[in-house]
């Protein structure tokens, strides 16, 4: 089994999370039963991404999982790119997709707790 971040705790009073299938994802108001399931998607999501960019461990390591900062900021990214190319936007306004790399947190060289 794959060890991963800590599923954040329900806080009163912070936002509701969007359904998986839309919107942005507020990942500490995730429950633990909707952070696996986030993370079973964003699986899906972050593999293509490494795919589809040919990106190296450098850029996005194999353990990304394993740190919230990861997983927060991949979840950012993927909504990002969701709203970005939404079929109600013309298809010239959408982000090219690379732009957002230099977001990435960590390197394989972060040490983990």
Not at 32 to 61: C, H, K, M, Q
Not at 70 to 90: F, I, K, P
């Amino acid at each position: 089994m794959i060890e991963t971040a800590s599923p954040p705790s329900a806080q009163p009073h912070s936002p509701a999370p969007a359904p998986m299938g839309g919107g942005p994802v507020h990942v500490p108001s995730l429950s633990e039963s909707e952070f696996e399931a986030l993370l079973t998607d964003l699986r899906i999501w972050v593999a293509g991404l490494v795919r589809r960019f040919a990106l190296d461990v450098r850029t996005n390591p194999p353990c990304w999982e394993r740190h919230n900062a990861m997983v927060e900021t991949l979840t950012a990214l993927r909504d990002a790119e969701r709203g970005c190319s939404s079929l109600a936007l013309h298809p010239r306004l959408g982000s090219t997709g690379s732009e957002p790399f230099g977001m990435l947190p960590i390197s394989c060289a972060t040490k983990l707790p």
